[in-house]
């Protein structure tokens, strides 16, 4: 996916689009961390305010998943940190997408995994543990499920419900 653009994946590929098993998420993440460009197979968490299962998926092998979270979109609170996002590497994941914030934004920019987020917020989430662990979500426009594939560059994010051969 390195040499290849979403936008030429876009453009290679109209009858996926048109049919739906190739989507757009809608341009609304801001780009954190060091690899702008990652892909892989999406394992899906939904939550709010909370915390607790986006760190117990990223203490598991990533193996090259993407953990997409939908965290409701809230403003109000950071679901994802720096300690989290340094594991995440660590531990093979390529990509975090959050529906939701981050924060320790230097931290995160230091390290060598891409995260995409809605924006940085200093306050930290709660740590009840609720939430869906590999449920179907909407996020940014784009109902997402457990197992497709995302890829995701400076153009933008997208998700297909297979693995593209670029």
């Not at 899906?44 to 998926?57: G, M």
Request: proline share 4%.
């Amino acid at each position: 996916m390195a040499l290849v653009t979403t936008a030429e994946v876009c453009d290679a590929n109209p009858q996926l689009i048109g049919s739906g098993e190739l989507r757009a998420l809608q341009p609304s993440f801001h780009i954190y961390g060091r690899r702008q460009v990652f892909s892989g197979p999406i394992v899906t968490l939904k939550v709010f305010e909370d915390n607790v299962l986006v760190r117990e998926f990223l203490e598991e092998k990533g193996n090259g998943r993407v953990l997409v979270v939908d965290g409701g979109g809230s403003l109000r609170c950071a679901i994802l940190g720096g300690n989290p996002v340094v594991q995440a590497q660590n531990n093979g994941w390529a990509g975090i997408v959050v529906n939701g914030c981050v924060r320790d934004v230097d931290e995160i920019n230091g390290c060598d995994i891409g995260v995409r987020a809605l924006a940085s917020h200093p306050m930290k989430a709660n740590k009840k543990g609720i939430g869906e662990k590999h449920v179907p979500i909407t996020i940014a426009g784009t109902r997402i499920s457990d197992g497709e594939w995302l890829y995701a560059d400076t153009d933008g994010i997208l998700i297909s419900q297979t693995e593209l051969s670029v």
